[in-house]
């Protein structure tokens, strides 16, 4: 069974600083896919960035980057330039396998809280 | 518009009474997934889709729960004799996947109190 643990609650960054949200993975799978997403107060699950495991570069998106370390199997995301607007919960998420057949559910973790300081 | 769209955005029912929520696809994408969101949870998998044929259902659709998805296309999620326990964010999803890359995202979400 796949598991995401994000330990950070809560986080707090000045405006215009850089901040790393921590997400680390169990699955015994080699062929996986790891996501973040932002959750604003409103509700809607924003798509931030997604890492696939064979892939050998970090994934990047504009002012999110991943550090994918797969031997520590952690996935944490890198907001550069903090801005207000960041404040929201972000959720790392795990899919299944690809293997043609499978369901390529989502794994989510509890999510971490960021908060921007002005 | 071309995201994934859900209605209502929020809905109030009393204990007791049947609700249905609406899921708007990504056209592209033929895979659709139903997840519920409880108050500091991250999404649990309700069920999915692949076209109009329902593949999986999660533990946690009780049989009061149904979801269809006719043709293909849009899809509903009702919940009958609803419960407090009911209340909660139901997310819809579409996802496009290849071997390379994975695409995965959600609608606006219902957000469902049952008083």
């Known amino acids: 069974a796949q598991k995401i643990t994000q330990t950070q609650p809560g986080m707090f960054v000045q405006e215009k600083e850089a901040v790393t949200l921590d997400c680390t993975y169990d699955t015994s799978d080699q062929s996986y896919g790891l996501f973040w997403y932002k959750q604003p107060s409103s509700g809607e699950m924003i798509f931030l960035i997604y890492?696939?495991?064979?892939?050998?570069q970090n994934a990047t998106e504009g002012r999110y980057s991943l550090n994918f370390q797969k031997a520590r199997k952690s996935a944490n995301l890198v907001i550069s330039a903090s801005q207000l607007g960041d404040s929201a919960m972000y959720f790392c998420?795990?899919?299944?396998?690809?293997?043609?057949?499978?369901?390529?559910?989502?794994?989510f973790g509890k999510g971490t809280k960021l908060s921007v300081i002005p | 518009d071309t995201g994934v769209s859900q209605d209502p955005r929020h809905k109030i029912t009393k204990r007791g009474q049947n609700v249905t929520f609406r899921c708007d696809p990504i056209s592209e994408h033929n895979r659709l997934y139903w997840y519920r969101q409880t108050l500091g949870q991250g999404p649990e998998f309700l069920t999915y889709?692949?076209?109009?044929?329902?593949?999986?259902k999660s533990r946690l659709l009780s049989d009061r729960f149904s979801a269809e998805r006719p043709k293909g296309s849009f899809s509903t999620l009702e919940i009958q004799r609803t419960e407090q326990g009911d209340s909660a964010m139901y997310l819809c999803?579409?996802?496009?996947?290849?071997?390379?890359?994975?695409?995965?995202?959600f609608g606006q979400g219902t957000r469902l109190t049952v008083v």
């Open positions: 889709f692949q076209n109009e044929a329902q593949l999986e």
């Open positions: 890492q696939g495991s064979y892939d050998e």
């Open positions: 999803a579409t996802l496009n996947i290849t071997a390379l890359n994975t695409e995965a995202f």
């Open positions: 998420a795990m899919r299944e396998p690809y293997s043609g057949a499978g369901s390529y559910q989502l794994t």
